[in-house]
């Protein structure tokens, strides 16, 4: 079962703030997040274990609500380069499927000048 | 170099003829998955294997068959390709030993079934 992202796509202007949304109906054991520019593989961000864990990628930074099963992503001051599809990979923690992924949709964001 | 090596980058076959989309990895990794990318549906896992032998189903495994004799190989077979299977594959893999890792990608493979 994919996990549920929103928005599907967000439009901002350099220096504006984002935040995407990943959203669960399993228990968690992890979330990945990852960028992907279009046509080419999917790129690592961050990895989030633990229940409210914060974790920072220059200006790029994420949480974990481990009880509410999502994550967000955080972009602030976006630039140009941050376009790209946005993915959320979630870990479960039950069901002896622990190391493997399973992505969302994506969120597709474009930074315009 | 670490790396994730699909092949080929790109294919455009016939409807019925049997193809193989290689996936080889150099970081002894046990964990190794396929997805497939369509536009508005992200990336939806076919199959992944947990180590060498150990291969079980994804979100969509029908017409598609995977192998896993190898640590470092985990081939995708298509035995009778299909228009719906057009489609962009990603093959990735990582680590479980130490757990909490990020999986490596391949390049990804074009698909083009007419």
């Known amino acids: 079962q994919q996990p549920v992202q929103s928005p599907q796509a967000v439009i901002l202007r350099e220096g504006e703030d984002a935040v995407i949304n990943c ?91 | 170099e670490a790396q994730v090596t699909q092949n080929p980058r790109y294919l455009i076959t016939v409807t019925g003829k049997k193809l193989t989309v290689t996936c080889s990895q150099n970081m002894n990794h046990e964990y190794m998955s396929w997805y497939r990318q369509d536009p508005g549906l992200g990336l939806r896992q076919i199959y992944y294997s947990m180590n060498v032998e150990v291969t079980d189903k994804g979100d969509v495994p029908e017409g598609y068959k995977v192998s896993r004799k190898e640590k470092r190989n985990f081939p995708l077979i298509l035995e009778s390709p299909s228009p719906n299977q057009t489609s962009l594959y990603f093959c990735a893999s990582s680590t479980i030993r130490t757990g909490n890792q990020p999986q490596h990608f391949g390049d990804g493979t074009r698909l083009s079934i007419l």
């Open chain 1, 23 to 113: 959203s669960s109906s399993k228990a968690l054991y992890s979330v990945h997040w990852y960028r992907q520019k279009h046509g080419e593989a999917p790129v690592f961000l961050m990895i989030l274990l633990k229940g409210g864990e914060q974790k920072g990628h220059d200006k790029i930074s994420a949480s974990f609500n481990e009880k509410k099963q999502q994550s967000s992503l955080y972009l602030t001051a976006s630039q140009l380069s941050y376009s790209g599809t946005y993915f959320c990979g979630t870990e479960w923690k039950y069901g002896g499927s622990q190391g493997n992924l399973i992505f969302g949709k994506g969120t597709k964001l474009s930074v315009k000048p």
